[in-house]
C-alpha cells in the first residue's frame, strides 16, 4: 500500500495564480484532512471530510476550497494564492465510523509551497 | 476551547540519557491523545496514543507517555536518547466536544540528542 500520496512536493506560485495540491490514499478511510505548517505554528487544521460528498471547515479555512467525489481523493484548492499561504501542506488520513476518535492520521509527506 | 501546549521550543539530551518532552492540554470531556514525530522533509509519523486504561503507554521506537488527568499532561519519555531520535515532536489531542473529528496539535518540540 502506497498509504497518503501528496503531489505535487514542491511549487512556487505567483500572487494571484490558482492552484489544486492533491492527496490520495490507498486504505479505504474515510477521513481525510488538510493542515498546513508554519513555524512555530504547528499544524492547523484547513479543512476536513468524514466521507465522500462531506466536507467541513477547520480552523484556517479562508483562501481553500476542497471537494471529496471519492473516498480515495481529496484536493485542496488555492483560488488566488497570496504570500501569506506560503507553507508547508500536510494532508491526512484516519479510519473512521466507531474508531475515528482514538485512530491514529497516517501523514503525506507534503507539499512545500511558496507564493511570490 | 481545546488546546495543547508544548511548553518547550527545543530540548537538548546527551546520546544514553533520560529524554522527556513535555504536553499539557486543555479540553472539555475527556480526551484522546497522541504523539507524533516528524524527521526532516517528511510528513508526521505515528509514535503513541492514550484511549483509556492504564496511563502509562508505550509506542513506536522505545517511545512511552504518561497521562496524568490531575495535571493534564502526556509527557513523551524515553528511558534511553539516540542520536536517531532528534527530530520535531508534536503532541496532538482528539477531543470529544469535536466528536473526536479533529486533531488539535501543540506548535511541536524540537528534540536533539547530541552524541
Known sequence: NAGVTQTPKFQVLKTGQSMTLQCAQDMNHEYMSWYRQDPGMGLRLIHYSVGAGITDQGEVPNGYNVSRSTTEDFPLRLLSAAPSQTSVYFCA?????????????????GTRLTVV | AQSVAQPEDQVNVAEGNPLTVKCTYSVSGNPYLFWYVQYPNRGLQFLLKYITGDNLVKGSYGFEAEFNKSQTSFHLKKPSALVSDSALYFCAVSPMNTGFQKLVFGTGTRLLVSP
Do not use: D
Not at chain 1, 488520513?93 to 475515528?100: A, E, I, V
Open chain 1, 93 to 109: 488520513s484516519r479510519q473512521t465510523g466507531q474508531l475515528l476518535g482514538n485512530t491514529e492520521a497516517f501523514f503525506g509527506q
